[in-house]
């Protein structure tokens, strides 16, 4: 089929831009290992590329083939993923590499729809990997493609909705280079990343912009358009990291939640902020540890952590008692065990500035 006058300019200047002027480094640029652009691609879901560059490296250095991160504790990878959120992309990692590796002895799927079809992968994953790897024609459509796409040719439908993504997903694979997709692919999210950004955008440089409907018609601030707004819950979470002889009292989080598979300390979980002052006369305190015989010894500032759905407020007690904590699921852990142990961001800032930052109550 015969691309047309304005879809040909806009490949010939991205592909020529990218082979003058991008000079955005990635360590996974150009690389041809699926094992390695299937991690990069992992980490990068939902995180900003210079998050993930240093998660991305330390995974590469602890597990340097797919049959290492298979035959990994858990616990262990876990703990590496820890501070880059959204865990059930870490527990489909582990899954997809244990596949990978009893399944198909290590070797990676070539073809579009297996690769689509391994746990965690949607149709951008698999469509980068297809492309990066083995060259395959497949379209990436990612957030800085959308944008690119809906400024050059003003479309303002909204890109979060089903129609959206079948309209630029269709767009996208027309005006794919078919002779060297994973080349195209990347130098479009590269543009997308450091000319067409969300903010401050580069036009008067940008080489796409005499035939650019956004620029053209002053609607560069206003494009890609969402349609749906996200409304966050707020939940207060208090934490009580109870000590008896040197060990403190931990569990790992269960299924259908935030932060499942990691650790936490013993939860008071309030739809509002509690009373802190009242703390030892709360019914629920006085349950948990089983009697009046205890001592709170400091009460941390106020930690907040923003997730996609949810605003999580809380602060941590520390408590010391004089008999063992039994029948709570929690188990007590020693300071240097907890180190090992992979906890959500909340709990690690805190453990991070709990000997600075703490205030004695």
Same mark, same amino acid.
């Given at each position: 089929?015969?691309?047309?006058?304005?879809?040909?300019?806009?490949?010939?200047? $991205?592909?020529?831009?990218?082979?003058?002027?991008?000079?955005? #480094?990635?360590?996974?640029?150009?690389?041809?290992?699926p094992y390695k652009i299937?991690?990069?691609?992992?980490?990068?879901?939902?995180?900003?590329?210079?998050?993930? $560059?240093?998660?991305?490296?330390?995974?590469?250095?602890?597990?340097?083939?797919?049959?290492?991160?298979?035959?990994?504790?858990?616990?262990?990878?876990?703990?590496?993923?820890?501070?880059?959120?959204?865990?059930?992309?870490?527990?489909?990692?582990?899954?997809?590499?244990?596949?990978?590796? #009893?399944?198909?002895?290590?070797?990676?799927?070539?073809?579009?729809?297996?690769?689509?079809?391994?746990?965690?992968?949607?149709?951008?994953?698999?469509?980068?990997?297809?492309?990066?790897?083995?060259?395959?024609?497949?379209?990436?459509?990612?957030?800085?493609?959308?944008?690119?796409?809906?400024?050059?040719?003003?479309?303002?439908?909204?890109?979060?909705?089903? #129609?959206?993504?079948?309209?630029?997903?269709?767009?996208?694979?027309? $005006?794919?280079?078919?002779?060297?997709?994973?080349?195209?692919?990347?130098?479009?999210?590269?543009?997308?990343?450091?000319?067409?950004?969300?903010?401050?955008?580069?036009?008067?440089?940008?080489?796409?912009?005499?035939?650019?409907?956004?620029?053209?018609?002053?609607?560069?601030?206003?494009?890609?358009?969402?349609?749906?707004?996200?409304?966050?819950?707020?939940?207060?979470?208090?934490?009580?990291?109870?000590?008896?002889?040197?060990?403190?009292?931990?569990?790992?989080?269960?299924?259908?939640?935030?932060?499942e598979n990691l650790y936490?300390?013993?939860?008071?979980?309030?739809?509002?902020?509690?009373?802190?002052?009242?703390?030892?006369?709360?019914? $629920?305190?006085?349950?948990?540890?089983?009697?009046?015989?205890?001592?709170?010894?400091?009460?941390?500032?106020?930690?907040?952590?923003?997730?996609?759905?949810?605003?999580?407020?809380?602060?941590?007690?520390?408590?010391?008692?004089?008999?063992?904590?039994?029948?709570?699921?929690?188990?007590?852990?020693?300071?240097?065990?907890?180190?090992?142990?992979?906890?959500?961001?909340?709990?690690?800032?805190?453990?991070?500035?709990?000997?600075?930052?703490?205030?004695?109550?």
């Amino acid at each position: 089929m015969k691309i047309s006058k304005r879809n040909q300019f806009f490949q010939e200047q $991205l592909l020529g831009w990218n082979q003058q002027d991008n000079t955005r #480094q990635m360590p996974w640029k150009g690389e041809k290992d699926p094992y390695k652009i299937w991690l990069s691609e992992i980490i990068l879901q939902q995180t900003r590329v210079q998050q993930g $560059l240093d998660y991305y490296n330390r995974f590469i250095a602890a597990f340097p083939t797919v049959h290492h991160l298979a035959n990994a504790p858990e616990t262990t990878i876990f703990k590496l993923w820890e501070g880059l959120g959204y865990y059930t992309r870490c527990k489909n990692l582990i899954a997809t590499a244990k596949f990978i590796s #009893q399944n198909l002895n290590g070797e990676f799927p070539d073809e579009y729809e297996e690769i689509l079809n391994l746990k965690g992968i949607g149709p951008y994953t698999a469509a980068a990997i297809a492309s990066f790897a083995f060259n395959l024609p497949y379209a990436v459509v990612d957030g800085n493609v959308f944008r690119v796409l809906a400024r050059y040719f003003g479309i303002e439908t909204a890109t979060d909705t089903t #129609q959206g993504k079948l309209q630029f997903t269709l767009l996208a694979n027309d $005006l794919l280079n078919k002779k060297q997709p994973g080349i195209y692919n990347q130098a479009l999210m590269d543009f997308g990343a450091v000319v067409c950004k969300p903010q401050l955008p580069l036009c008067i440089d940008c080489v796409l912009s005499t035939r650019c409907k956004a620029y053209k018609n002053d609607t560069v601030d206003r494009l890609p358009v969402k349609e749906k707004k996200i409304i966050k819950k707020a939940r207060w979470f208090y934490y009580l990291v109870i000590e008896y002889n040197g060990k403190q009292y931990v569990r790992k989080r269960g299924a259908k939640d935030i932060w499942e598979n990691l650790y936490e300390f013993v939860l008071i979980e309030n739809e509002e902020a509690l009373p802190l002052e009242k703390l030892r006369e709360l019914q $629920l305190v006085k349950e948990i540890l089983g009697s009046d015989n205890f001592e709170i010894e400091q009460i941390s500032p106020l930690y907040k952590q923003l997730l996609t759905h949810q605003t999580i407020q809380g602060q941590f007690i520390r408590i010391k008692i004089t008999k063992q904590l039994t029948g709570k699921g929690y188990e007590a852990f020693t300071p240097a065990e907890i180190d090992k142990l992979p906890f959500p961001k909340f709990i690690a800032a805190y453990l991070k500035d709990k000997n600075v930052s703490l205030n004695l109550f």
